[in-house]
């Protein structure tokens, strides 16, 4: 069993920059393929970035494409989102997931293709 905590979120104005972080449990991790998802207060949740395994594969939403870029370190077993330029709707709560993928070097898009989550972290941007 894999458990994700997120952190590193907060309070910037608009063209500041956050570094979240995913932190895992298990060994399992390192042959996870990761998603950022975030949540607007009355809007679905949508896919930020993700990453394969290796790292080698990565996708980006085009509304973040530039600005955020999605990172790993399996010894650590943390995958993080820098975030930079941020606008004022980039504000929601943001969520990692996990699939394990060990025979697939590729990324999840829908969020229904991942098997655990994080609780959580706010992230808001001023204007």
């Known amino acids: 069993q894999v458990q994700l905590v997120e952190s590193g979120g907060g309070l910037v104005q608009a063209g500041g920059s956050l570094r979240l972080s995913c932190a895992a449990s298990g060994r399992t991790f390192s042959r996870s393929a990761v998603g950022w998802f975030r949540q607007a207060p009355g809007k679905e949740r949508d896919i930020v970035a993700a990453i394969s395994w290796s790292g080698g594969n990565t996708y980006y939403a085009d509304s973040v494409k530039g600005r955020f870029t999605i990172s790993r370190d399996n010894a650590k077993n943390t995958v993080y989102l820098q975030m930079n330029s941020l606008k004022p709707e980039d504000t929601a709560a943001y969520y990692c997931?996990?699939?394990?993928?060990?025979?697939?070097?590729?990324?999840?898009?829908?969020?229904?293709?991942?098997?655990?989550w994080g609780q959580g972290t706010q992230v808001t941007v001023s204007s």
């Open positions: 997931a996990g699939r394990t993928s060990a025979y697939s070097d590729t990324y999840y898009l829908d969020d229904t293709e991942y098997d655990y």
